[in-house]
Structure formats: structure tokens, C-alpha cells
């Protein structure tokens, strides 16, 4: 049977290695640890078995924007899922758990806050649960990198569900004592644990250090063919290095959580189909992403662990062809890395602040606004108090942490619409001709409408109709003033759901295993990316696997630093070097000293290089003008 449905479901003939095994363990009914990597195909692990167990499937998973294109995804192919989190309406949350409740939805995806919520888990109750699936496992592990409080919430869900609906959890990237945790936390029964090796054969770990990042990007890309990623850390890098690649005329694109759903959709739908070459992203292009043919996967500035590195470079060569993950350091990366910590922990005393500050803010009294949701404009909630961003945005997750409240920072939700007048109603309405249009316009392109809310794109209409998109925004309020339709414009903002009551600042207890212990850990997980990045005398791949416990049987023979190892085995003479110098300085316009320094020293070592230069120059072989050298 599950052959059959992922061939009829997904087309597919066959499963990927490890699939097949965790499905077996899930309908045999036993808790099971699946460890896959990026690419390995999680989702297919948990959809075969929902459509084979006789009951619903709840995914507990921390990103409203993947459980949205999961939903969507699962529709295209035939497959009944709904979802819960605090940014729908309360319509929308009872039309899902409706559908539930009548056997008409397979697959339930919830956000974990949701756990909280007294009248949900009461009708969880009353709902036939087949299996319980907890994706990106390793938030539920304070030990993780990525550890969110509201993940403690699921264990005591297995009370609810009956301790006899297995748990399957599932994540990337997880060290051994992560592995343990989520297990232990988890309330695991004779667990069966399902690892794919870390390890991957076809994609090389390059790391290239440079005082001038920007030049050695634009050798990365001039060197390789083919679909790329560059990730960066900041909103305003990406737009400036995507300017950088295009005035190259290399085509790039900017992502970034800032981007309307529209500009996200259209970007990214350009670099799947090769529009655009370079994906310029912050981690906001994650998740989700899941395009074949990436060849190179360039991290400009480092990531804070390397299970972010891992996860991020993994998004190079899944189609098994030759790929490379190329990391460019320069100077100042060593201390970037150690202020993230500060930035990441500020003092306690800071965090107090920000939560009075933000309480303030929201119009939240003292003793109020357990189980509220309130939009957060975080730009002018720093604007307004005079706060740093990056700082603040940290004690709002510290303070998540600590149980106070669960900041959650996605921006990424859809205009949703409903109609909600009666058929026959609807031909009495008197409409003016633009907004009339707008309407027939969102009848004839979605389908669903009189059922439920059905996503809808403002841009799309627009273009569709050849209206502006403020026309089709208002046309839209005015059809629900009508009283016609119910429309959710998209949510631009972050917002705060409450999980305590408003306390006095000076009542407020950040934990040490929440402050100081895990500052510790991202001490510990800082210094193996210096390692990693850093260290020119280990093979960069066995690197990452003592990092997540595999033993390596062999050095790569792939990384830079396998292959320096390599070239410095064969003796190189100064003739060699000089040549090899001439090469490049007889370029048109010369070469940059950096850059002929940065390309050979793999090859002949720094000293050497600059040692020839002299010599060269010494003999007018070369000519020296500013910091380029050309042949005479």
C-alpha cells in the first residue's frame, strides 16, 4: 500500500534511503527518531503513513510559513490537511477543527503555542489521533541550537492523544546529546532510531579567506557554472551584494523576511526556473527550498553553529552531482562571531527593561493578557523606547524562553478570503463597475470560497485585471463592509502571544539553564565554527561529522584542506610559482596582489608568493602600479 499511494500521491517509484524504514517503524507503532538531511526527504516519512492510519495526524512544526506551503502543497496533490496558529481567525480555526472532527482532513499541522490553549487540547480530546509527528525535533532540546520552550508543551500532549499513538520526530541536524534529549523529552518507549550519515560524498567544503570578500565572491561565481545560494546576515547585505552581481552582469536576486508574500513568491520562483542565477538570502531562504540542481552554496558572512552551516551548505548538489559549499572568511569574522554572543545575551537587567517596555507598548496592565495575541511592530517598538534591534529582538527570545511569552517574528501570512453571503444574495448586490470586476475577477480564479478561506493574491488579481493593487485592496474592504465577503488583509507585523500575565519587572526570573547555560552552549557552538572555518590542518568534512558524533572512516580527499595537503605532497620549484604569477599578471589591466596571493597560496603557500613577486619585480619582470601588478 505505501507504494502504491507514493506513486499515485507523489509519482514516485521507490523511496529515498531511510524513508521506507521509518514508515515500517511508525505503522508497526513504535516511537522513532528520524535523523535525515537537508534534501532527504522528511515530509514523505509521515504523509505515506497519515494516508494509511485510519485516524488524523497531528505535525507539531515552529514555522507558520512552511506549515502554510506543506497545507498547500498536500492540496495540489489530492491530500485533505488543515492547519492551527494564532494568526488565524477564529473562523478559520473552527472551520479546520470542524473538518477534522468529520474525518475530512488527514493531516493537522499546529503550531506549538497552540498546545496552550485549554479549548483546542479539550477538543483534541474528542479527535481519533493515529500518530503524533514533532518536526525539527531538536527545539524541544535545551541542548539545541535552536531550543523553543513551547516544544515542552508536546510531551504532555501524549496524555491527551492516549500514550499508545506513536511519536515519530524529526529533524536534520542534531548533535548526540541533542538525540537523547529529544528522546528523554519526549517520553520515547523503546525507541527506534533511524540515522542517514552526515556525510556527503558530492558536495566539497571549501573555505576561502580574503581581505576583500566581495572580489572572492565574484571568483566563486566566475569559477562555477550553474544555480547559487550566497547566504548573508543582514537584510540590507543582500540587496547590496544582489546590486554587487547584477552590475557584474551576473543575474542575482535579494530574499529577506521583509519581502511582501508576492515579492518572495516571484523571486523565487525566477531562481527555480533559472531566471536568475544567485540567490542572495538570509536565512528566511531555508526551509522548504528544495531545488535540485544548486551547485554552489556561498556563506559570505558564517552562521552562529554549525548545524546551521550544515543545513544551510545541504541545499547544494541534492540532485547527487558535483556541488560546493564555500565559506569566505576575512579579518574581522573571528571577532564578529564572539560579539554575537553578547548581542545574543544582553544583561539581565536590559531584558527587564524590554519586557516593561514592550508590556507598555502593547497596553498590557499588570496581571492582564494571559492567552492574548497582539500584533508587534518591532522597528517602532525601538523606535519609540530608543532600543537597539539586535539586542532587543534577543531578550524578546530569552523572555520566550523563560515562559513570559512567545515572540514570534514571521511575517510571512497570506491575504485569505471567504465569501460569506448566500448564493442567491449575491445577485441583488449593487455594485460600481470597478469593484464589481475585483469580484468576479476572485470568483472566476479561486475555487472554495463559499467553504472556507481560501489564499488570494492582490498582485495576481491586479495584474489579472490590469488594476492597480490599492484598487483591488479597497474593493476588497468595501465587498466586506457589504458584508459579501470576509477578507484578512496579509499580516505585515510580528506578533506576541502571552503565555503569563503581565508581572512587575521586578518579579522577573530569567533561569540560569535559560541565560547562562545556554550562553555556554553558544560559546561551545561558536568555537567549532571558528574551528571549522579556521583551522587549515583538519579535513573540513570530518570536522563536521565529529561534530555531530560520526566517526569519519577517512579524510574527504575533497575540501581545501584535503586538497592543499595534496598539491604541498608534490615539490613545487620557483619557476612554477613565477609562472604561475606571470599567468595571471598578464591579464588585461594586470591583477590585484591580493588576489593572485588569495589564488595561489593553496597551491605554493603565502611566503613563497610574495617572496617571487619581489624577486619578479626586482628583475622589471613585473611592474608594480598601486596595489596591481602587470607584466612589462
Known amino acids: 500500500m505505501k507504494h502504491a499511494i507514493l506513486k499515485k500521491y507523489w509519482g514516485y517509484d521507490g523511496f529515498r534511503p531511510m524513508q521506507e524504514e521509518i514508515i515500517d517503524s511508525v505503522l508497526a507503532g513504535h516511537d522513532t527518531l528520524g535523523l535525515l538531511p537537508t534534501g532527504g526527504g522528511k515530509s514523505i516519512t509521515f504523509q505515506v503513513p497519515a494516508l494509511i492510519l485510519p485516524g488524523l495526524t497531528l505535525v507539531v512544526t515552529p514555522l507558520i510559513s512552511l506549515m502554510k506551503d506543506q497545507v498547500d502543497n498536500l492540496a495540489d496533490r489530492g491530500v485533505r490537511a488543515v492547519m492551527f496558529h494564532s494568526g488565524l481567525t477564529r473562523r478559520e480555526k473552527e472551520l479546520a477543527m470542524t473538518r477534522c472532527r468529520l474525518g475530512k482532513a488527514k493531516i493537522a499541522y499546529l503550531s506549538p503555542e497552540r498546545l496552550q490553549n485549554k479549548e483546542f487540547l479539550a477538543e483534541l480530546r474528542n479527535l481519533k489521533v493515529s500518530l503524533l509527528v514533532v518536526d525539527e525535533a531538536h527545539c524541544i532540546s535545551q541542548w539545541g541550537y535552536d531550543f523553543r520552550p513551547s516544544y515542552l508543551r508536546i510531551a504532555p500532549l501524549r496524555d491527551i492523544i492516549g500514550r499508545d499513538v506513536p511519536v515519530l520526530a524529526l529533524t536534520a541536524s542534531a548533535t548526540p546529546e541533542v538525540r537523547d534529549d529529544i528522546m528523554r523529552s519526549l517520553g520515547f518507549d523503546a525507541p527506534r532510531v533511524f540515522a542517514r550519515s552526515f556525510s556527503r560524498s558530492n558536495l566539497s567544503y571549501i573555505v576561502r579567506h580574503a581581505d576583500f570578500k566581495e572580489t572572492q565572491l565574484l571568483r566563486v561565481l566566475g569559477g562555477t557554472q550553474g544555480c547559487s545560494i550566497v547566504y548573508v546576515r543582514s537584510r540590507r547585505r543582500t540587496r547590496e551584494l544582489a546590486e554587487l552581481l547584477q552590475r557584474e552582469e551576473i543575474s542575482a536576486e535579494a530574499y529577506h523576511a521583509g519581502l511582501s ?134 531578550a524578546l527570545r530569552l523572555l520566550t524562553r523563560a515562559g513570559y511569552l512567545e515572540y514570534i517574528a514571521e511575517t510571512t501570512s497570506q491575504s485569505r478570503l471567504m465569501v460569506v453571503m448566500d448564493k442567491d444574495d449575491l445577485y441583488s448586490l449593487d455594485l460600481d463597475p470597478t469593484t464589481d470586476e475585483v469580484f468576479q475577477g476572485v470568483l472566476r480564479r479561486y475555487t472554495g470560497l463559499f467553504a472556507d478561506y481560501v489564499p488570494v493574491s492582490e498582485l495576481t488579481l491586479a495584474r489579472d485585471l490590469t488594476l492597480s493593487t490599492q484598487t483591488v485592496y479597497e474593493a476588497l474592504l468595501y465587498l466586506t463592509r457589504l458584508h459579501a465577503i470576509h477578507y ?118 603565502r611566503d613563497a608568493i610574495v617572496a617571487a613577486i619581489r624577486t619578479l619585480a626586482d628583475q622589471t619582470t613585473l611592474i608594480l602600479e598601486g596595489t596591481r601588478v602587470v607584466v612589462r
Not at 321 to 350: C, E, H, M, N, W
Not at 502 to 531: D, F, G, S
Not at 561 to 579: G, L
Request: hydrophobic share 35%; proline share 6%.
Open 261 to 394: 508574500p508576492e515579492e518572495k513568491e516571484e523571486r523565487q520562483n525566477r531562481w527555480k526556473t533559472d531566471r536568475v542565477r544567485v540567490m542572495v538570502a538570509t536565512n528566511a531562504f531555508g526551509m522548504g527550498i528544495d531545488k535540485p540542481d544548486v551547485r554552489v552554496v556561498v556563506h559570505f558572512d558564517l552562521p552562529s553553529s554549525l548545524e546551521e552551516y550544515y543545513q544551510e551548505a545541504g541545499r547544494g548538489g541534492r540532485d547527487g552531482l558535483p556541488s560546493f559549499a564555500v565559506a569566505i572568511t576575512g579579518r574581522q569574522d573571528k571577532g564578529v562571531l564572539t560579539r554575537r554572543v553578547a548581542d545574543a545575551f544582553p544583561d539581565k537587567g536590559y531584558i527587564a527593561h524590554v519586557y516593561e517596555m514592550a508590556c507598555n507598548f502593547l497596553d498590557i496592565a499588570v496581571g492582564e493578557g494571559y492567552g492574548h495575541v497582539y500584533e508587534f511592530d518591532l522597528e517602532k517598538f525601538c523606535r519609540t523606547f530608543s532600543l537597539h534591534p539586535v539586542p532587543t529582538e534577543s
Open 488 to 605: 484578512i488583509p496579509r499580516r505585515t507585523t510580528p506578533y506576541i502571544y502571552m503565555t503569563t500575565s503581565r508581572e512587575e519587572p521586578r518579579h522577573l526570573v530569567i533561569p540560569t539553564e535559560v541565560y547562562e547555560r545556554q550562553r555556554e552552549r553558544m560559546e561551545r557552538r561558536i568555537e567549532a565554527v571558528k574551528r571549522f572555518a579556521f583551522d587549515q590542518t583538519v579535513c573540513r568534512t570530518s570536522t563536521l561529522l565529529r561534530y555531530f558524533g560520526e566517526e569519519p572512516e577517512c579524510d574527504c580527499g575533497t575540501c581545501d584542506v584535503c586538497r592543499a595537503a595534496r598539491r604541498s605532497s608534490i615539490p613545487q620549484s620557483a619557476p612554477d610559482i613565477s609562472a604561475s604569477i606571470l599567468y595571471h599578471a598578464r591579464r588585461p589591466g594586470g591583477a590585484e596582489v591580493t588576489d593572485i596571493i588569495a589564488n595561489l597560496t593553496p597551491t605554493f603557500g
